[in-house]
C-alpha cells in the first residue's frame, strides 16, 4: 500500500467519494464547472494505486500539457514515486509516444517530424503552386481546415476522392482540377498533401489521433498490446473530444474487441474491456470548430454499457453571485439537461461592470482597477487574470499594463515556438533526425542567406519530383541536375556538407541535445546573421534562440536519456496554456489569455472583456443558432474561471478589419440578472449611437418611436428582456446586415467618426 486509501477521500463530498470508490467498467462523472471533477479524477486515480492496481497499465489523458502535469505532481505528493509509470498525457503525447514504437508498422519510421500549423501551411502552398492553384481564393489556411475536419472525422484520403469520383492519383503531374469545384480541390489537395507527409516522414497534428486509430485498426497485434497495457484509462475534459478521439478510446478500451469483461481484473495482462473513467461537463464543449461532438458525452450512457453516472452538485470554486450569473447565461441554451450547481462560499461581491467608450478607454479603466485592488484590497497580481474571446483584443489591454507598469503574462498570441528564429533553428534539428523532411529541408536551404534562391531550390525540387526522391536525396545528386551554375553547385556541396557534419555529430551517442542546438547554431551561421544585423529586432532574437539552447538543456535535467529526437516532440508539442508557469511557481504576475485557453484553470479575479455583440458572441456566431450556442457555452466556462470577484467590460467604439465600429452591449451581460451586476459606468457611447441609428431608419422600422430609444438602456435592463433575446434569435430584424459592423461603419462616416 502506498498511502492510506482514506486520506484520499476524507476531504471530499458523498458524490465524489462515491465516484472515487466506484469499482466498475464504465464510470461518467458529469457536473458543472468547479464541482471537483478534475480534482476527483485525480483522487480515483490515486485510489487505485492505493489498492494495488499497477500504474505501469493506467493512462490519463488531459486537455493540456500543462494539465498532465499539474496531475503527475499531484499524484506524485499523493502516492510517491509510482506516480511515474502512469501515462498521464494529451491525446497528442500519447499518439506519438505510441507511433514512436509501433508507427514501422503503417510506415512511419521512428524519427518522424510533427508539423505544425506553420509548416503545415507552407506545405499546402507549395502544392498550391505545383497545381496551379490561385492561393488568394483558396487560401492554405481554409484548405488546412477542410483537411482537418476530414482528419478528425476519420475520414481518409482515399475516401475523399472517392466521394467527389475523382481519380486524382497522388504524385501525379499535370493534374487539371475542374473550375470552381471547391469539393474535387480538397479532395485531391488532401490526397497530395498525405502523400507529400508520407514522402518526408512527417504527421501534422490531426494525423497523430488518425494515424494511431489505423495503426490499432490494420494491427491487430498492436491494439492488444496496448489494451492489455492500460487497464484503466481516464478522459478529463471528454466534452471536447473529437469522433476520432473517441474512436481512440474506444479502440484503447477494447469495448468491440468482443473479449468478456472480467470481473476480477487487477493489473495488467488480463483480458477483457479496460475500465474507462470519462470526466465532463457538456455546458464546457467550445471546441466544435476543431471537430469536437458533444453527442461523445451525451451517449456515453449507450456506448459503453452498463455504465454508471454520477453528478456532482456542489461547486467549491465561486461565489453564489458568480455561479447565478454563470446558470443564468447557459440557462439559455435550449437541449441541454438543467444541472444544479451550488456553493457553500456564500454571496460575495456582486459582479462590477463597465462599460467604455472605446478599448483603449476599457483597458485603461481595467489597468487602473488592477491597481487599485492590488494596492488598496492587498490582491496578488498572480491572482488575476484577463480574458478575451480573440488574441488580436489583447493589443490594448497590454498597452494598458505596459502604460500602467503592471507586470503581466501573455498566454497564446505569437508563441516562442512560432518565432522565426526559433522555428529555423527547430528546422534544422528536424532535419538532422529526418533528411526525408522536405518542408524543414526546404525552410533551411538559403537560412542564413547562401546564394541558394528560389531557382536553384526550384532546380532541386524538379529532379527530386523526377525521380521520386527527397528533397535532400536530390542534393546530393546536384551533379546530375540539368542547368545547374556553378554558382549554386558550390554553396550547395558546402550546405551539404555541413548538413552531414551536423548529423555526424548528432549521432555521437554522448551528445546532448543541448549541445546539438549550440553546434547547429555555430555551424549554420544563423546566430551570426543576427548578431551581424543592426535591426534591434534581431538582437532580441539572438536572446529567443540562446532561450532555446537552455530550453534543451532544462529537457535533460528532467529527461533521462535524453535524445535529440525527444527534444523536438516536447517542442512541438506545446500548446498554448503550456507557457503558463506550474502551480508552485508565483508568477507574481497578471495572466492575459483567450476563454479558449481558460478551460479548466482558475483565478480569484477575473475580468471578461469586450462584452459586445459582434466580439464576444463573436460575429460569425450570430446569424447561427448552434453557433451562439457554443460562443455560450464560452461565456459559461469565461464566468466559472472566477472565484471571488468577476469583472465583466465593454467598449462603444472597437476597431474591427480597420475601422472603427460602433458596439452593442453583448446579448451574455443581458442574460446576467441585473441585480448580479454593480455597474461602475453603465452607458457609454449612446449618444452617437442614436444619431446612427436615426439615420438608419428604414432598417430599423419595426421600432418607430424614437423616444422609445431614447429612453431606452444600453446596459439592458430597462426594456423587456424576452423582447431583446427573442428578437435577437429570430435573427431578421436584428440580423448582421442591420446590425454588423457594414452598416455601422456606413452609419458613422455621416457623423464623422469617433
Ligand atoms: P472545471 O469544470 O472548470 O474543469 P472541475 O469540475 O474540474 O472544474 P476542479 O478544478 O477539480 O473542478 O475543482 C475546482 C476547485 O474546487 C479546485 O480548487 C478544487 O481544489 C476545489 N475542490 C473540489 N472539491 C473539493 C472539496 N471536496 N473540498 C474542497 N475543495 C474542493
Ligand atoms: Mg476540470
Redesign the pocket.
Given at each position: 500500500v502506498l498511502c492510506d486509501p482514506q486520506s484520499l477521500i476524507k476531504?471530499?463530498?458523498p458524490q465524489?467519494m462515491e465516484a472515487v470508490k466506484y469499482y466498475g467498467q464504465a464510470l461518467l462523472i458529469g457536473?458543472?464547472?468547479?464541482?471537483?471533477?478534475?480534482?476527483?479524477l485525480t483522487r480515483r486515480i490515486a485510489w487505485l494505486l492505493a489498492h494495488g492496481f499497477w500504474a505501469s497499465s493506467i493512462l490519463a489523458i488531459t486537455f493540456t500539457n500543462k494539465a498532465a502535469a499539474e496531475m503527475r505532481e499531484r499524484l506524485a505528493a499523493l502516492v510517491g514515486p509510482e506516480a511515474e509509470h502512469m501515462w498521464i498525457s494529451t491525446f497528442h503525447s500519447a499518439c506519438v509516444r505510441i507511433l514512436r514504437r509501433d508507427g514501422k508498422e503503417i510506415g512511419l519510421t521512428s524519427g518522424f517530424s510533427i508539423y505544425d500549423t506553420a509548416d503545415c501551411e507552407r506545405l499546402v502552398k507549395l502544392i498550391s503552386g505545383d497545381l496551379n492553384i490561385d492561393t488568394k481564393r483558396y487560401t492554405p489556411r481554409m484548405l488546412l481546415g477542410k483537411i482537418s475536419d476530414c482528419k478528425n472525422s476519420l475520414i481518409s484520403w482515399q475516401d475523399q476522392l472517392k466521394s467527389v469520383n475523382c481519380d486524382y492519383k497522388p504524385g501525379q503531374r499535370g493534374y487539371q482540377v475542374s473550375a470552381g469545384d471547391v469539393d474535387e480541390l480538397v479532395a485531391v489537395m488532401y490526397a497530395e498533401y498525405q502523400y507529400r507527409l508520407a514522402m518526408a516522414n512527417a504527421v501534422d497534428f490531426d494525423d497523430l489521433i488518425m494515424r494511431t486509430v489505423e495503426l490499432f485498426q490494420r494491427c491487430p497485434q498492436v491494439s492488444e498490446y496496448y489494451r492489455h497495457k492500460f487497464r484503466y484509462i481516464f478522459v478529463d475534459e471528454y466534452q471536447d473530444t473529437n469522433h476520432a478521439q473517441y474512436v481512440l478510446v474506444r479502440e484503447l478500451s477494447g469495448i468491440d474487441s468482443g473479449e468478456q469483461p472480467d470481473p476480477h481484473m487487477r493489473g495488467a495482462g488480463r483480458v477483457g474491456p479496460s475500465w474507462i473513467t470519462v470526466v465532463g461537463?457538456s455546458d464546457?464543449s467550445i471546441y466544435a470548430f476543431r471537430g469536437a461532438d458533444i453527442r461523445n458525452i451525451q451517449d456515453f450512457e449507450q456506448d459503453f454499457p452498463n455504465a454508471k453516472t454520477i453528478m456532482?452538485e456542489q461547486n467549491?470554486?465561486s461565489t453564489q453571485t458568480i455561479l447565478d450569473a454563470a446558470n443564468a447565461v447557459i440557462a439559455r441554451n435550449e437541449n441541454r439537461k438543467p444541472k444544479k450547481l451550488w456553493t457553500a462560499l456564500g454571496e460575495g461581491d456582486k459582479i462590477v461592470g463597465y462599460a467604455a467608450d472605446n478599448a483603449q478607454q476599457e483597458a485603461g479603466w481595467i489597468a487602473n482597477e488592477i491597481a487599485r485592488i492590488h494596492n488598496e484590497e492587498g490582491v496578488a497580481y498572480r491572482d488575476i487574470a484577463i480574458m478575451y474571446r480573440a488574441n488580436a483584443q489583447s493589443r490594448s489591454l497590454e498597452e494598458a499594463m505596459i502604460n500602467a507598469n503592471l507586470p503581466y503574462q501573455l498566454v497564446g498570441g505569437t508563441k516562442f515556438y512560432e518565432r522565426r528564429e526559433i522555428k529555423d533553428a527547430l528546422a534544422y534539428l528536424q532535419a538532422i533526425v529526418n533528411p526525408a523532411d522536405n518542408v524543414n529541408v526546404r525552410r533551411i536551404l538559403n537560412v542564413p542567406k547562401r546564394g541558394l534562391g528560389v531557382r536553384a531550390e526550384g532546380l532541386v525540387a524538379s529532379y527530386a519530383d523526377a525521380h521520386g526522391t527527397t528533397f535532400f536525396e536530390a542534393i546530393e545528386h546536384m551533379e546530375q541536375i540539368e542547368g545547374m551554375s556553378t554558382r549554386t553547385t558550390k554553396p550547395l556541396s558546402a550546405f551539404r556538407d555541413m548538413m552531414h557534419e551536423l548529423a555526424a555529430f548528432a549521432k555521437d551517442h554522448d551528445t546532448k541535445p543541448s549541445e546539438v542546438v549550440a553546434e547547429v547554431l555555430a555551424k549554420s551561421g544563423i546566430l551570426e546573421e543576427l548578431q551581424r544585423s543592426e535591426d534591434p529586432q534581431d538582437a532580441s532574437r539572438v536572446d529567443n534562440l540562446s532561450q532555446l539552447q537552455s530550453v534543451a538543456a532544462e529537457f535533460e535535467q528532467n529527461t533521462p536519456d535524453a535524445t535529440l529526437a525527444g527534444f523536438l516532440e516536447t517542442t512541438a508539442l506545446v500548446a498554448d496554456s503550456d507557457q503558463l508557469p506550474g502551480e508552485n511557481e508565483d508568477s507574481g504576475k497578471v495572466t492575459m489569455m483567450t476563454l479558449h485557453t481558460a478551460k479548466?484553470l482558475?483565478y480569484p479575479y477575473v475580468f471578461l472583456t469586450g462584452m459586445e455583440q459582434g466580439t464576444f458572441p463573436h460575429q460569425r456566431a450570430m446569424e447561427d443558432t448552434s453557433e451562439l450556442a457554443e460562443e455560450r457555452r464560452l461565456a459559461y466556462v469565461g464566468i466559472?474561471r472566477a472565484k471571488r470577484r468577476l469583472y465583466v467590460t465593454r467598449a462603444a467604439v472597437r476597431a474591427q478589419w480597420g475601422q472603427a465600429s460602433d458596439m452593442m452591449p453583448s446579448q451574455f451581460l443581458d442574460e446576467i440578472p441585473d441585480e448580479l451586476i454593480d455597474w461602475k459606468r453603465r452607458e457609454a457611447g449612446v449618444e452617437r449611437m442614436r444619431a446612427s441609428w436615426q439615420d438608419d431608419d428604414d432598417e430599423f422600422g419595426g421600432w418607430d418611436d424614437d423616444d422609445d430609444f431614447g429612453s431606452m438602456s444600453f446596459g439592458g435592463s430597462s426594456y423587456g428582456k424576452s423582447d431583446y433575446s427573442s428578437s435577437y434569435g429570430s435573427g431578421s430584424r436584428w440580423s448582421r446586415s442591420s446590425y454588423g459592423s457594414s452598416s455601422y461603419g456606413a452609419g458613422r462616416s455621416q457623423y464623422g467618426g469617433p
Open positions: 476531504d471530499l463530498n465524489q457536473a458543472g464547472a468547479g464541482s471537483g471533477k478534475t480534482r476527483v461537463d464546457q456532482l467549491y470554486r479548466g482558475e466559472t
